[in-house]
Nanobody
């Protein structure tokens, strides 16, 4: 079992930055591939970014590529999402997830956090 707790969400103006964190605990937490997903009001949850267990491989959704950076600190079992140049359309609940397969599909991820709200004002 892996437990995931997100933090760092909040309200920011368009063009601003936020850094999300996801603390992982449990057996072999650092050995899982991890990812960030988001769900805006009235929309389905969508992929944002993913990182392999070693941090050597990353994927990004086209909508965030060049603005967001995913990283991880395996020594401290923490996942990060640095979000720059934020836009109102980035407003959503952001979830971190852990799984056995590195990729952008939700079905690859077995463990999910409770989410953290990010609101970007125009």
């Amino acid at each position: 079992q892996v437990q995931l707790v997100e933090s760092g969400g909040g309200l920011v103006q368009a063009g601003g930055s936020l850094r999300l964190s996801c603390a992982a605990s449990g057996r072999s937490a650092s050995s899982y591939a991890m990812g960030w997903f988001r769900q805006a009001p009235g929309k389905e949850r969508e992929f944002v970014a993913a990182i392999s267990w070693s941090g050597g491989s990353t994927y990004y959704a086209a909508s965030v590529k060049g603005r967001f950076t995913i990283s991880r600190d395996n020594a401290n079992n923490t996942l990060y999402l640095q979000m720059n140049s934020l836009k109102p359309e980035d407003t959503a609940v952001y979830y971190c997830a852990a799984g056995s397969i590195h990729g952008n599909a939700q079905r690859f991820y077995n463990y999910w956090g409770q989410g953290t709200q990010v609101t970007v004002s125009s």
